[in-house]
């Protein structure tokens, strides 16, 4: 029997919208319209398209229409970080499952959409309570591989949680017990990519500790470990790097951690108007700033500790943007942006402001693609060599009004243990090579 709650604290709902203006129209228009947002990340518009649309079903019974909307809206309501609201959708669709008598294997889905509710919305305990809730209710019939899967997202959890020793220890329990009972290759290397991650970050954090006996025998073991992984992916993947293991990865790219502007005419003239703009985007950002305009990732990236990693995305689609399709608030970055597109045939994939304030650590991460590179502007540098970042095996600093240029596919990270914070200009770009690679698609997938 399906408890009526899982958890009894009162959960946030949606933001108050009104959706009442579309109870005149067929429900299927409404419903085709908020897909249609959905398609095309236009998640403000398409969450209050939703919540017409459950208005109106939620007394017409659980029927499998509405179970896949609740599911569909949830997805939204992730895509505007509303986190909360996601679980409480999440929760409907189980109650809805239950009552239509549903699977283990379905009551599974949407309890590993909740836990990621929860851990996406850095709410770690709660997280860890779903994933004991769901062996509770499971345990009867949850399969070998169903307790893989869930002491994965359990790592996950941990590893989001700074407790790094226990995510890795965890994953592997995981991986012994799902990936001999799934032989898909994409999924078990999708797996030695993240346990490899866990172990490089928890390496990275045992190299800031005191050296004691047990710190020293620990890394020891870890960089054994780190070895195996990397040679048994490398072996089954595609990659020829093994610090460079993006989620899609096109052999035929120049591939660096670092890149010198002097070698890509196409792409010097770029780097030449972002420093032309330095002072103006930096006073832009300010302004952004004292909006609270900024957007705090929550992609479990950067350390929950201390400190944090925030965005402003020029031509994101949640933000409010012009006929151009760039921010109305961000008007400066907006001419630069025309500038740019007026000198290079490159495709500019998105740009924007990001900032980490003081002691935040960005853990080593990999981009999801080498189909694309970055610039970094300098806007606001803290002095004393105190802000770092690696890409590859190479550490270097940012400096006011200058540009980098980098493959963030390669394993990189980033430390600010400043008592101020760091702010650059990011400039995403296609990668210039693959126009002419073999086997060319205009999409590329692009996150960070």
């Known amino acids: 029997n399906l408890p009526q709650k ?6 946030v709902s949606n933001e108050e919208v009104n959706d009442k203006i579309y109870d005149n129209r067929p429900i299927q228009d409404v419903l085709e319209e908020a897909r249609e947002h959905k ?18 079903m939620e007394n ?36 809805a499952k239950g009552a239509n008598g549903a699977t283990p294997g379905q009551y599974l889905v949407t309890l590993t959409e909740m836990i990621t509710d929860r851990y996406l919305g850095f709410q770690f305990m709660e997280a860890l309570d779903t994933l004991k809730y769901t062996r509770d209710m499971l345990q009867q019939v949850l399969s070998e591989e169903a307790e893989g899967i869930l002491l994965k997202l359990e790592a996950l959890v941990h590893y989001c949680k700074d407790e790094y020793r226990i995510a890795v220890e965890t994953m ?30 928890e390496r990275a954090y045992l190299e800031k500790q005191k050296r004691s006996k047990d710190v020293i025998e620990r890394l020891s073991k870890i960089q054994e470990d780190e070895k195996t992984l990397l040679v048994d992916i490398v072996k089954l993947g595609p990659w020829k790097n093994p ?3 993006p989620f899609q990865y096109n052999p035929h790219l120049t591939a660096r951690p670092w890149h010198n502007l002097n070698d890509w005419p196409l792409i010097n003239p770029l780097a030449a ?25 929550q992609d479990c990236i950067q350390s929950s500790s201390t400190g944090a990693w925030s965005r402003f995305e020029l031509t994101a689609v949640q933000n409010r943007l012009d006929h151009t399709g760039c921010s109305s608030l961000t008007p400066m970055g907006c001419k630069m942006l025309r500038e ?14 990001s900032t980490v304030s003081p002691k935040t650590w960005i853990r080593p991460h990999y981009g999801s693609t080498n189909s694309k590179l970055k610039m970094h502007l300098g806007l606001i540098i803290p002095s004393g060599n105190c802000a770092s970042f690696r890409v590859g095996n190479t550490t270097t600093s940012w400096k006011e009004g200058t540009v980098l240029m980098f493959d963030d596919s390669f394993e990189h990270e980033v430390t600010n243990d400043c008592n101020e914070e760091r702010v ?25």
């Open 172 to 201: 592997a329990a995981g991986r012994r017990k799902s990936d001999k009972r799934n032989p898909e290759k994409q999924t078990v290397l999708s797996d030695m990519i993240k346990h490899k991650l866990y172990l490089t970050t």
């Open 243 to 245: 610090l460079q293991l």
């Open 6 to 11: 899982i958890h009894q604290e009162h959960l």
């Open 340 to 353: 740019i597109r007026q000198v290079t045939p490159v495709a500019i994939l998105r740009l924007g402001y």
């Open 39 to 56: 398609a095309v990340h236009a998640y403000n518009e398409a969450s209050v398209l939703y919540s017409a649309v459950l208005r109106r």
């Open 424 to 448: 650059v200009f990011q400039l995403v770009f296609q990668h210039p090579d693959l126009p002419r690679a073999p086997g060319y698609r205009a999409t590329v997938i692009d996150s960070h």
């Open 273 to 297: 108007i972002l420093e032309t703009y330095s002072s103006e985007l930096a006073t832009e950002y300010l302004l952004l700033r004292n909006k609270n305009a900024m957007t705090k990732d």
């Open 60 to 95: 017409a019974g659980n029927t499998p229409l509405y179970i896949d909307v609740l599911n569909e809206a949830a997805s939204v309501e992730r895509g505007r970080r509303n986190h909360n609201h996601a679980y409480e959708l999440h929760e409907k669709q189980l109650q």
